[in-house]
């Protein structure tokens, strides 16, 4: 990169305003209008003061918040980055699977557990199934061109699809070849702090911000067809709904 101030443009001494607050607004204009990219590598710290003229540690300070909204991203031992961050229509009932290819990524899984089982009584009491009732109980580490995105843990009721090794690298596929996909889908969406195997699979720090989504899929006929709940690192998703009033 060309020196980082001629590119984003050189601070103010004479502002009033902070200096670490005028860097974090321009790097984040030059993110917004695409003058920095996703995935851009940000010179080190000690080549930014000097860039600047200011203290490495203005130049943390200034850093250090925008990691936490995300907006960059830290990798060990290789700097920081301009987050790659996917952008999520939440209007659409879409496949991880279709919303990665959507975007010219290769989806791709792990599968953490695909097992047969019983639902749990606080799966009873939470979502409203029957005691008893069989399910599959399918873990999934979720990767866009080899990149974990999301750790997924989804139920689906066990009769819908007659063998679990129906389903393969998409849900979504094999309930539709049983004309199950689903029509309608409530979600909920929550910040949490990623556990320690969450922030292990998901290259992330433990307590790092995540995003929980908690989809409840149901058929035409108002049956329910899937639970999911996927955690999302806080840096790597955007979630986007259209509005009309
Ligand atoms: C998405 C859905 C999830 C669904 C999965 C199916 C959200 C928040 N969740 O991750 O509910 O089970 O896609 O994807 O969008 P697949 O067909 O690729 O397995």
Not at 70 to 94: C, D, I, M, P, W
Request: some cysteine; hydrophobic content about 40%; charged content about 30%.
């Amino acid at each position: 990169m060309d020196n980082i101030a001629n590119v984003i443009g050189a601070l103010n001494d004479a502002s009033r305003e902070p200096l670490y607050k005028q860097l974090q607004k321009k790097l984040r204009s030059a993110i917004e209008n695409g003058l920095l990219s996703p995935e851009d590598p940000l010179p080190a710290e000690r080549d930014m003061a000097e860039a600047f003229g200011v203290s490495r540690i203005t130049i943390r300070k200034a850093l250090e918040e925008l990691v936490r909204e995300g907006l960059l991203t830290r990798r060990q031992g290789s700097g920081t980055f301009v987050a790659n961050r996917v952008e999520k229509n939440f209007s659409h009932l879409t496949s991880f699977s279709e919303d990665m290819r959507s975007r010219g990524l290769t989806p791709s899984s792990k599968w953490l557990e695909k097992v047969e089982s019983v639902v749990t009584p606080e799966e009873v009491m939470s979502y409203g199934l029957s005691p008893g009732m069989k399910i599959y109980r399918l873990s999934r580490l979720r990767f866009a061109d080899g990149e974990p995105m999301s750790v997924e843990y989804t139920i689906i009721p066990a009769h819908c699809i007659p063998d679990i090794e129906n389903i393969d690298s998409s849900l979504y596929e094999a309930l539709s070849k049983e004309g199950l996909r689903p029509a309608r889908a409530l979600q909920r969406l929550r910040a949490v702090l990623l556990s320690k195997e969450q922030a292990d699979l998901l290259k992330a720090a433990v307590n790092d911000p995540g995003l929980l989504v908690e989809r409840r899929g149901f058929t035409k006929d108002g049956r329910i067809i899937e639970i999911a709940q996927s955690f999302y690192r806080g840096d790597t998703y955007d979630f986007v709904a259209e509005l009309s009033g």
